[in-house]
């Protein structure tokens, strides 16, 4: 079965915490995505690995961190959590790089982060 | 740097109506084009794309879109909808390799019965 999970599902930090969202995907998929969807602003990629420990910024990465051991597992790391980081947090996976055949995205069902 | 626009945020139709969402995009080389749709509380589902060939695309439950270069858009085109196709559809672009996708900020679509 094809499919891209996330957890948690729900978590709430207070400022200043650190924060682990993790993401898994069961197709072996080379390339992985992590986005932020906010009101008004539409989803906005945070960074992009290409493979275990090959990873790139995206549009947005400040404040973030990624990392990537394992082909199937794609981690985001908040440290010291800010309120303005507050967002629904989205993984996803594709088989290879955009812009060839087989470059849709699979999306997990998404982090809703709250940072008080 | 690509961008995305649809212009309308909000459309409401009726159960059997037919729907055309709007997409436009600013970028002056090759493009790979796509829709996803999101359901209220889930992650985006792919639709269709569009990369290269036939201009009109077919994606699932018989939605289906359409290229133009000249009009730099891919509208997002459905013929009859359904209550379930309730949802919000967002238009995405890449430039191409070692991108992630550059999305609209979505249309959300309501269907009355």
């Known amino acids: 079965d094809m499919k891209v999970t996330q957890m948690p599902r729900y978590l709430i930090k207070r400022m200043g915490e650190n924060v682990l969202l993790e993401c898994g995907q069961d197709m072996s998929h080379e390339t992985m995505y992590w986005y932020r969807q906010d009101p008004g602003l539409g989803l906005q990629l945070i960074y992009i690995s290409y493979d275990v420990d090959s990873n790139s910024e995206g549009d947005i990465p400040k404040g973030y961190r990624v990392s990537r051991k394992k082909r199937e597992h794609f981690s985001l790391i908040l440290d010291s959590a800010k309120t303005n980081q507050t967002s629904v947090y989205f993984c996803?996976?594709?088989?290879?790089?955009?812009?060839?055949?087989?470059?849709?995205?699979?999306f997990g069902p998404g982090t809703r982060l709250t940072v008080l | 740097t690509q961008t995305v626009s649809q212009s309308d945020a909000h459309v409401t139709v009726f159960e059997g109506d037919s729907v055309e969402l709007r997409c436009n995009y600013s970028y002056g080389g090759s493009i790979y084009l796509s829709w996803y749709i999101q359901h209220h509380g889930h992650g985006l589902q792919f639709l269709l794309k569009?990369?290269?060939?036939?201009?009109v695309v077919q994606g699932v439950n018989g939605f289906e879109a359409e290229f133009s270069k000249s009009d730099s858009s891919f509208h997002l085109r459905k013929a009859s909808v359904h209550w379930s196709d309730s949802a919000v559809y967002f238009c995405?672009?890449?430039?191409?390799?070692?991108?992630?996708?550059?999305f609209g900020l979505g249309t959300r679509v309501s269907v009355f019965p």
């Open positions: 996803a996976s594709s088989l290879s790089r955009l812009g060839g055949r087989n470059a849709e995205q699979f």
């Open positions: 995405a672009v890449s430039a191409g390799y070692a991108q992630g996708l550059t």
């Open positions: 569009y990369y290269s060939g036939n201009p």
